[in-house]
């Protein structure tokens, strides 16, 4: 089955503690990207992969970091996370210029 | 970052009636998306429109894609239960620049259906 695995679904976890949400898709997709959701705010790009090794800045980058060693692999990393980065995350994947799939999303909470 | 427009933020129907949403944008996109998501999951692809001016349908979903490339709209027919969720609209640049992947969304449209 086709699909774009987040793992994991729900972290709660204090301010200044390391974190990675994995993120795996199973397509073959060269194109990755995450997403943070908020209310009222839709979905906005935190960072994108168009292939291994190439990563660039979305709209809202500051505070994570993204690596793409492997095609179907694209973690986000949370240095050192902040309440303001308690959000809904979304991994998606999709091959050039098609829609994306997405995920189904890693609730963040930072006390 | 650049975000769109989308209305109504929220709706409250009654079973069967039918329903509109729309998204609207101040630059061009060659790509509007239509996405649902229901509670607790991740967004699902409903619509795709690749031309402007085209008119699509899946089901009792109709979705268009507007003549100036800037604006979208979705209409759900006969509304049932099962369509409550958030949808939202999503714009996408041409394949071949450094943000051909990237996607645009709306801020969503929250759908509640009355039995």
Not at chain 1, 71 to 81: A, G, H, T, V
């Amino acid at each position: 089955e086709a699909q774009v695995t987040q793992n994991p679904r729900y972290l709660i976890t204090v301010t200044g503690k390391k974190l990675t949400v994995t993120c795996s898709q199973n397509m073959n997709h060269e194109y990755m990207s995450w997403y943070r959701q908020d209310p009222g705010l839709g979905l906005r790009q935190i960072y994108y992969s168009m292939n291994v090794e190439v990563t660039d800045k979305g709209d809202v980058p500051e505070g994570y970091k993204v690596s793409r060693k492997e095609k179907r692999n694209f973690p986000l990393i949370l240095e050192s996370p902040s309440p303001n980065q308690t959000s809904l995350y979304f991994c998606a994947s999709s091959f050039r210029g098609r829609p994306a799939f997405f995920g189904q999303g890693t609730r963040l909470t930072v006390v | 970052g650049q975000q769109l427009n989308q209305s109504p933020q929220s709706m409250f129907i009654q079973e069967g009636e039918d329903v509109s949403m729309n998204c609207t944008s101040s630059s061009i996109f060659n790509t509007w998306l239509w996405y649902k998501q229901d509670p607790g999951e991740g967004p699902v692809l409903l619509i795709a429109l690749y031309k402007a001016g085209e008119l699509t349908s899946n089901g009792r979903l109709t979705a268009q894609f507007g003549i100036t490339r800037k604006d979208s709209f979705l209409n759900i027919s006969a509304s049932i239960p099962s369509d409550v969720g958030i949808y939202f609209c999503a714009g996408q640049r041409r394949a071949g620049g450094t943000s051909y992947g990237k996607l645009t969304f709306g801020q969503g449209t929250i759908l509640t259906v009355h039995p």
